[in-house]
């Protein structure tokens, strides 16, 4: 029985960027079909959308395996809107740099988030099994208040990793050791 492992960008990112592509050969050599979910015009995205890109995903990958999420910075929101509106059950997610409240470095994206954050995780967290959040000491964007207010909602337990930033490519993350491990242990 195969696992099956999606991927999920954020904001101004591609499935192609980052430390995505690593995060795929790591989980496939453990057997898991991955997927990376492709969303739309990461430049200025639209909630609906991505959501629908995610859920459509979660459709396609549900099977008898075990089914993990792997969603980075606005990708969080987005995965765990998709799985509060498809009701999918996750079996594991790894949430990088998440949160689902305003961030004072990039309010463009407020219209996207919406008006009852804490609405997302009431809805998606019953679909939801083991969840772990990682997040940096010194992330430009999203403070460590809005990781660790996540987790805490979601009852997750919090991978710091020093220096991690944002985790961008740009910054020097082209792998993430502390997401394969998580995630292998997922699968």
């Known amino acids: 029985m195969s696992s099956h492992l999606l991927i999920v960008h954020g904001y101004r990112a591609s499935v192609r960027a980052h430390w995505f592509p690593w995060l795929e050969r790591e989980a496939e050599s453990v057997g898991a079909t991955v997927t990376r979910?492709?969303?739309p015009d990461a430049m200025a995205p639209d909630a609906a959308?991505?959501?629908?890109?995610?859920a459509e995903?979660?459709?396609?990958?549900?099977?008898p395996g075990r089914l993990v999420?792997?969603?980075?910075?606005l990708g969080c929101v987005t995965a765990l809107r998709a799985v509060a509106a498809t009701g999918t059950r996750v079996d594991g997610a790894v949430l990088v740099s998440g949160f689902v409240e305003p961030l004072p470095a990039l309010p463009a994206l407020d219209a996207f988030l919406g008006e009852d954050p804490g609405a997302v995780i009431a809805e998606a967290g019953p679909h939801?099994?083991?969840v772990h959040v990682v997040r940096s000491d010194d992330d430009p964007f999203v403070p460590a208040s809005?990781?660790?207010?996540?987790?805490?909602?979601?009852?997750?337990?919090?991978?710091?990793?020093?220096?991690g930033r944002h985790f961008l490519a740009s910054e020097g993350f082209t792998e993430l050791p502390a997401v394969g491990r998580l995630v292998r242990s997922l699968l």
Do not use: C, I, M, Q
Not at 57 to 63: E, F, I
Not at 146 to 160: E, F, H, N, W
């Open 128 to 130: 939801l099994g083991a």
């Open 37 to 39: 979910v492709v969303l």
């Open 49 to 54: 959308a991505w959501r629908s890109s995610v």
């Open 57 to 63: 995903a979660l459709g396609a990958a549900r099977g």
């Open 69 to 73: 999420v792997v969603a980075h910075s």
């Open 146 to 163: 809005a990781t660790d207010a996540l987790a805490s909602a979601l009852g997750a337990p919090v991978d710091v990793v020093p220096g």
